[in-house]
């Protein structure tokens, strides 16, 4: 397996978690200082998919595009986060966890655009090995 769908792989796992440890910071079973600092390590390995995609597909990739457009949407829900943190407003949380989805729906895509580049590239070594 290649790094790239690797960790693209483990995001998703990643954000997984990411969704149910704000989901329990919401209702209060747990600190919401677990949410953050998952948060950001996912935000890191969220940065690390997206540069192996383009150590090995090249910026012109689909793989590296929807890494970059995750990365953008972090960013945007980490905004979020904090002006529910900070204002505690129901429609910022809802918003928020929208936005969750969202991100959700992107790191999906990764997944998927990684899994089908490893898929792509071995089957063009097989046909280039067949050719000789």
């Not at 290649?2 to 693209?8: D, G, L, T």
């Not at 996912?42 to 597909?57: D, K, N, P, R, S």
């Not at 729906?105 to 655009?113: E, K």
């Amino acid at each position: 397996m290649k790094p790239a769908r690797i960790v693209a792989n483990l995001v998703g796992l990643m954000l997984f978690v990411q969704v149910i440890l704000g989901g329990s910071a919401v209702f209060g079973y747990i600190d919401v200082l677990y949410h953050l600092v998952w948060g950001v390590v996912t935000f890191g390995v969220l940065i690390i998919a997206t540069v192996y995609a383009a150590m090995e597909l090249g910026s012109k990739s689909t793989l590296f595009r929807t890494g970059v457009a995750a990365i953008a949407d972090y960013v945007v829900q980490i905004i979020l986060g904090f002006v529910a943190l900070g204002t505690n407003s129901g429609v910022v949380i809802i918003v928020h966890l929208t936005n969750a989805f969202v991100l959700g729906v992107l790191v999906t895509y990764l997944i998927s655009f990684a899994d089908s580049a490893e898929k792509a590239s071995a089957h063009m070594l097989s046909q280039t090995q067949t050719v000789r």
